[in-house]
T-cell receptor
Framework: GENVGLHLPTLSVQEGDNSIINCAYSNSASDYFIWYKQESGKGPQFIIDIRSNMDKRQGQRVTVLLNKTVKHLSLQIAATQPGDSAVYFCAENDMRFGAGTRLTVKP | EAGVAQSPRYKIIEKRQSVAFWCNPISGHATLYWYQQILGQGPKLLIQFQNNGVVDDSQLPKDRFSAERLKGVDSTLKIQPAKLEDSAVYLC??????????????FGQGTRLTVV
């Protein structure tokens, strides 16, 4: 597998604001991408996924955007809540993870 | 639906000792993964099984790590002998049902290994 990396290691937002977490990938053949959330002391938890035939997918308060031209993935969290504080990872088909972004939500 | 079960939850051993971790995936999931997560880093894929066959073990340090999934269900990961740098959380994940491509994996809580 090739590198799946994240632009920012930490992100701090105010409660109620929107959060955007970014991820760059290098394998242009990847056709499936997943976002995971990991809280302290727990295993990663699936948030949302997207296939390469889509450029946007929405879930409950979360949206994933895929830009295949620049090999970039982003996770948008609307109205961020304290419970969203965690480390967020993206992964590709081969289930290899990047370093993650730590999201901290300030009350 | 029961999740991925791992045991033990915590383990402390001395360097050069051996240790084994156990994983029971979600029923019906053909694909099983083992990851090593060092504090402050993302999970590193060690090995991927599909049923009882190895799909990817390119990042498994084979001089000291071994894993098996003999009946295509439960799996064990062994370290022999352990080194200080093996201190990490070992995560097991599974995906399915059956052999499904491009589907999310479900993770267990992990085993926290401390090598002293």
């Amino acid at each position: 597998g090739e590198n799946v990396g994240l632009h920012l290691p930490t992100l701090s937002v105010q409660e109620g604001d929107n959060s955007i977490i970014n991820c760059a990938y290098s394998n242009s053949a990847s056709d499936y991408f997943i976002w995971y959330k990991q809280e302290s002391g727990k295993g990663p938890q699936f948030i949302i996924d997207i296939r390469s035939n889509m450029d946007k997918r929405q879930g409950q308060r979360v949206t994933v955007l895929l830009n295949k031209t620049v090999k970039h993935l982003s996770l948008q969290i609307a109205a961020t809540q304290p419970g969203d504080s965690a480390v967020y990872f993206c992964a590709e088909n081969d289930m290899r993870f990047g370093a993650g972004t730590r999201l901290t939500v300030k009350p | 639906e029961a999740g991925v079960a791992q045991s033990p939850r915590y383990k402390i051993i001395e360097k050069r000792q051996s240790v084994a971790f156990w994983c029971n995936p979600i029923s019906g999931h053909a694909t099983l993964y083992w990851y090593q997560q060092i504090l402050g880093q993302g999970p590193k894929l060690l090995i991927q099984f599909q049923n009882n066959g190895v799909v990817d073990d390119s990042q498994l340090p084979k001089d000291r790590f071994s894993a098996e999934r003999l009946k295509g269900v439960d799996s064990t990961l062994k370290i022999q002998p352990a080194k200080l740098e093996d201190s990490a959380v070992y995560l097991c994940a599974s995906s399915g049902p059956g052999i499904r491509m491009n589907t999310e994996a479900f993770f267990g809580q992990g085993t926290r290994l401390t090598v002293v």
